[in-house]
T-cell receptor, first 111, second 116 residues
Framework: QKEVEQDPGPLSVPEGAIVSLNCTYS??????FMWYRQYSRKGPELLMY????GNKEDGRFTAQVDKSSKYISLFIRDSQPSDSATYLC???????????FGSGTKLNVKP | EAGVVQSPRYKIIEKKQPVAFWCNPI?????LYWYRQNLGQGPELLIR????????DSQLPKDRFSAERLKGVDSTLKIQPAELGDSAVYLC??????????????FGPGTRLTVL
C-alpha cells in the first residue's frame, strides 16, 4: 500500500468552476501537508503548506486537513485556464525533511 | 532570488552509457534532495544531503547510481551504466533546515533523461 493515494484524473472543468482535489494517507505520523503545482515540463512549485489539522486560505486556494480521517483537500475557486496543471500533494512526518508525494492529479480548466 | 538550477534540461543516451546531472541549490540552503519522477507519478526521493553529508540514501540504487555534494553547495548525480528503466525526470530540490524550524522544499526544473 502506498503512503499517499491521489486520484490521477484527469479532471476537466469549465472556467470559473470550483475544483476539489484530494489525497488520502495511511500514516498517522504525518504532520506537514503541502500542495505543489507542476506545469508540463517544469518542476513542482509550492502552492500551500499547512501544519496539523485545519484550513488555510491563500487567495483562490484553500487547503484543508482532516487528520482524523487522514484526508487532505485543495479547493480552487473561480478556476482559470492558467490553473491547468498537475497538482501533487506531499506529506511529511516528524522527520519533516522527508516528503511522501501523491501521484498527482491532472487538472484541465477549459475556457 | 535565483531558484534551483539544473543542467542539462534534456539528455538522450543509449543504454549502458554513463550520464551525469548537475544541481545548484538556492543560495544559503543547507539541504539538497535528488528525486526521480516517472511519467504520471509523484517524485520519489533518491538521496538527501545535509551540507556535505548524505543523511538518507536508502532509495538510491547504489550499484549504478552515485552522488556527491562537494563543499556543501552544488551536487552531481551520476548513473553508470544507464538502463532503459532509468528514463525519467530527475529533480533537484533544496531547503533551509534549522534545529528550531524547517522550510519546505523548492524544486528545480528537472533533467529529462531518455535511455534508448
Amino acid at each position: 500500500q502506498k503512503e499517499v493515494e491521489q486520484d490521477p484524473g484527469p479532471l476537466s472543468v469549465p472556467e470559473g468552476a470550483i475544483v476539489s482535489l484530494n489525497c488520502t494517507y495511511s500514516n498517522s505520523a504525518f504532520q506537514y501537508f503541502m500542495w505543489y503545482r507542476q506545469y508540463s515540463r517544469k518542476g513542482p512549485e509550492l502552492l500551500m503548506y499547512t501544519y496539523s489539522s485545519g484550513n488555510k486560505e491563500d487567495g483562490r486556494f484553500t487547503a484543508q486537513v482532516d487528520k482524523s480521517s487522514k484526508y487532505i483537500s485543495l479547493f480552487i475557486r473561480d478556476s482559470q485556464p492558467s490553473d491547468s496543471a498537475t497538482y501533487l500533494c506531499a506529506l511529511g512526518g516528524n522527520n519533516f525533511n522527508k516528503f511522501y508525494f501523491g501521484s498527482g492529479t491532472k487538472l484541465n480548466v477549459k475556457p | 532570488e535565483a531558484g534551483v538550477v539544473q543542467s542539462p534540461r534534456y539528455k538522450i543516451i543509449e543504454k549502458k552509457q554513463p550520464v551525469a546531472f548537475w544541481c545548484n541549490p538556492i543560495s544559503g540552503h543547507n539541504t539538497l534532495y535528488w528525486y526521480r519522477q516517472n511519467l504520471g507519478q509523484g517524485p520519489e526521493l533518491l538521496i538527501r544531503y545535509e551540507n556535505e553529508e548524505a543523511v538518507d540514501d536508502s532509495q538510491l540504487p547504489k550499484d549504478r547510481f552515485s552522488a556527491e555534494r562537494l563543499k556543501g553547495v552544488d551536487s552531481t548525480l551520476k548513473i553508470q551504466p544507464a538502463e532503459l528503466g532509468d528514463s525519467a525526470v530527475y529533480l533537484c530540490a533544496s531547503s533551509l533546515v534549522r534545529s528550531s524550524s524547517t522550510d519546505t522544499q523548492y524544486f528545480g526544473p528537472g533533467t529529462r533523461l531518455t535511455v534508448l
